[in-house]
């Protein structure tokens, strides 16, 4: 199971969801749509919660990544890993303030895929979350591809089956 948050212009029917569930995923997909960045964390760690035990996979493309990245660190026992798409590491909008260093939690595998033609995103910040927390926990996947990656739902389809831990025939 996949719990995946969509970006700001995204909707819980966005093409890296589509791909996901097309590839025979079971994928829970909130509706962020209208939503300042505290009232997603905290939707989104309700329903992780209710999934908790389950140990999902967490996922989230550009706010949603940096969405995602919070609830993480928030609730590290409670996911397989954690795949983050293009995250949106960089904003500073509550809970994010300047003083806040968002890391991988430790023992949470982790896989970033961000596109090097990103002209929204710039990749230098899930460079830095990659290095702040460590290569033994994060895995990052520089693509030919931009912010959007349409051009990479393979890779982030590989990325969920590694983290699952299973094969999915698409």
Known sequence: MIIFAHGLEGSPNGSKIRALRGAGFEVIAPDFQGMALAERVDLLQQ???EYREAKPVLAGSSYGGLTASIV???MPDAFRGLILCAPALHLDEPPVNEGTILVAP???KTIIIHGVGDDIVPISCSVAYAERSGK???AFHQVNDGHRLA???KEIID???LLIGETIDS
């Open 136 to 138: 033994d926990i994060v």
């Open 47 to 49: 329903i992780c919660e």
């Open 159 to 161: 990325a969920a089956q």
């Open 106 to 108: 430790k023992g949470m």
């Open 151 to 153: 051009g990479s739902h």
């Open 72 to 74: 993480a660190m928030r």
